[in-house]
């Protein structure tokens, strides 16, 4: 009989894991993205069916494409007990399991990140009688465990609490060489101190997890729920949409070229603008008023943070593929609102005799020389999170996360010019787009931001 494969996918915009099991011609998909063709196309490449999808929980920060691929497969959705899904599914607990070919997979309930939570043992019966993966969702990541906060009915220290025992009841009582998959890679919301790798086992985890270093239950809970981040507003309204299940990605209103004059009547009925070219483009020339946020990095996960689920959204790209990227990526997280894009793009707003807008852009060193100076005339806003300061920041930098932005711009001295930096200029661009909608005028970004400031040998101070 056919040996376990499993193919992993990663969706870097969202840093997001999903898999693909498969044995004996049949197939399971664990955690599926929202556009479902991805597992369709592995499975008929491969000569497999889909009949089982299952969902370690309910997902706060994507959304699922679990109910489209059950209806184009047929399969079964699988869900942990108490998830109150209102679609057809079969709720496991400790002691349920599906087998396909020599794949045995049995459920373990580890709540914690969540209520419903579980993970996954694989087995492979046809060499050994004892798991040799885990699929472990939101509940362990490589080098992070899943942030407690995401019930409306338990406090993030009960859900820290219940997740101390799921990973010291369960996960951590299975041999060392058993292989981690999670759910999520650095950079998702869902953890804080995600490694690089995409997958390992649980002796690295046991030895070098800084979460599964605390010596009680009242450490663990002490160490997750100090200084947790803010939970993103979107990620209560992505859990619903889950626990619902989200429509077909072909049911999304079909996309339609909006002239300027267009764009401004929208604009003026409060209708956002989304940029989503290259940085350098945006600041260069851009329609006033816009967002930028540029594809080429998470993308769906800051337009969800920043434009909420709601907001009518008008795309300006670089081409037609890439304002249909964003189209889809905006529907990954739950964003379907997109009224149309503007037609031809900056060339066509240019066409039309539209006042363009722009963002001026300093390097380290013209930075370095305008603090020398006029430093009393220069604010330099860092809006990195929190727990990047442990590289040092500029002496004398406003410290406002990104994502907290728009509701504390007014901390900032408009008198003064402010110089926008993040760690690399991915965000500090959308910093400047929004400090510039709020009207700001007298704004810059610090392109490099500030691993460019390091690299020059400018001073960094020890964070204060």
């Not at 007990?81 to 496991?92: I, K, L, N, Q, R």
């Not at 001026?360 to 809006?383: N, T």
């Not at 402010?418 to 610090?446: E, F, P, Q, T, W």
Request: charged share 25%.
């Amino acid at each position: 009989m056919e040996e376990i494969q499993v193919e992993h996918f990663y969706l870097g915009c969202l840093a997001h894991a999903s898999y693909l099991v498969s044995s004996g011609g049949s197939a399971a998909v664990i955690d599926p993205q929202r556009d479902v063709d991805i597992y369709l196309q592995a499975a008929e490449r491969k000569g497999l069916k889909i009949e089982h999808v299952i969902e370690t929980h309910l997902h706060a920060d994507f959304v699922s494409g679990h109910q489209e691929l059950a209806e184009r497969t047929g399969a079964r959705i699988y869900l942990g007990e108490g998830s109150g899904a209102t679609f057809p599914h079969t709720d496991v607990k400790d002691g349920d399991s599906v087998r396909f070919g020599r794949c045995l997979l049995e459920f373990l309930q580890t709540p914690g990140h969540t209520l419903e939570s579980v993970s996954i043992l694989m087995t492979d019966m046809g060499s050994s009688d004892r798991p040799r993966t885990v699929f472990t969702g939101d509940t362990l990541f490589v080098g992070d465990v899943g942030r407690p906060d995401l019930s409306a009915s338990h406090t993030p220290e009960q859900l820290a609490a219940l997740l101390y025992s799921s990973l010291h009841e369960k996960l951590l009582k299975l041999p060392d060489d058993t292989e981690v998959l999670p759910a999520h890679g650095a950079g998702s919301l869902c953890g804080r101190q995600m490694g690089p790798e995409r997958s390992s086992t649980i002796g690295k985890e046991r030895r070098f997890n800084y979460a599964l270093q605390a010596r009680s239950e009242s450490e663990f809970v002490r160490l997750l729920t100090d200084s947790l981040p803010p939970r993103p507003e979107y990620f209560g309204r992505e859990v619903e949409l889950n626990r619902q299940g989200a429509a077909r990605l072909d049911e999304l209103r079909p996309l339609s070229p909006v002239r300027a004059s267009e764009v401004l009547r929208l604009q003026s009925e409060g209708a956002i603008v989304l940029d989503t070219r290259p940085a350098m483009e945006f600041a260069v020339a851009h329609v006033p008023g816009s967002v930028h946020i540029a594809l080429s990095g998470q993308f769906a996960s800051w337009a969800a943070r920043i434009l909420g689920l709601d907001s009518r959204i008008v795309i300006v790209g670089e081409d037609m593929d890439r304002v249909r990227e964003s189209q889809l990526r905006l529907a990954r997280v739950g964003i379907e609102n997109v009224h149309g894009y503007l037609e031809e793009g900056i060339t066509g707003w240019i066409r039309d005799g539209c006042e363009l807008d722009y963002i001026p852009q300093v390097s380290a060193q013209e930075l370095a020389e305008l603090l020398e100076k006029e430093s009393g005339r220069i604010s330099i806003l860092d809006v990195r999170e929190p727990a990047e300061l442990a590289e040092g920041a500029v002496e004398g930098s406003i410290r406002i996360p990104l994502g907290l932005l728009t509701s504390r711009s007014g901390e900032l001295d408009r008198n003064k010019l402010v110089v926008v930096h993040c760690k690399g200029g991915y965000r500090s661009s959308i910093g400047a787009s929004l400090l510039r909608r709020c009207g700001m005028r007298d704004i810059a970004n610090l392109t490099g931001g500030f691993d460019a400031w390091k690299s020059t040998g400018l001073p960094v101070p020890a964070f204060r």
